[in-house]
């Protein structure tokens, strides 16, 4: 089973055991999202708003870091105008630990009704 889930504003593809890094979150060590979709390992597909709401994605949160440094110069010829700046972007990185739907159990399957078990046997 996988779900899509909204972090930081980007769109992040998820399963159970998988570590991504997001954009920085302060504070706890456990976070939740909820789904945008969820596909099931048998194919089926939950994209109604209204079951979304009650599903959820829980992940830990493992530790920061940071991105690579982004360099940014601006200049204009013949005009002495130059500006450097740099960014370099904090990420957290978090490990999914669970996705859950809005049943949050799987139904069990129904117990066939007991048929005859002798079989006929011609002669």
């Known amino acids: 089973m996988y779900a899509i ?3 930081g504003g980007k769109q992040a593809k998820v399963q159970e ?11 706890t060590e456990k976070v939740s999202y909820t789904p945008l979709l969820i596909v099931a390992d048998d194919g089926s597909v939950i994209s109604d708003p209204a079951k979304l709401k009650k599903a959820t994605v829980t992940a830990e949160i493992m530790g920061d870091s940071h991105g690579p ?3 940014i110069f601006k200049y204009k010829n013949k005009t002495g105008y130059r500006r450097r700046q740099g960014h370099r972007q ?3 990185t978090i490990k999914v630990t ?7 159990k799987k ?3 129904k ?4 048929a005859d078990t002798t079989v006929d046997q011609e002669a």
């Open 5 to 7: 889930i909204r972090a």
């Open 17 to 27: 055991g998988d570590v991504l890094s997001v954009e920085r979150i302060k504070g």
């Open 69 to 71: 440094k982004i360099d």
């Open 90 to 92: 904090k990420y957290t």
């Open 98 to 104: 669970a996705i859950k739907t809005s049943a949050g």
């Open 107 to 109: 139904k069990a399957a």
């Open 111 to 114: 117990p066939k009704a007991a």
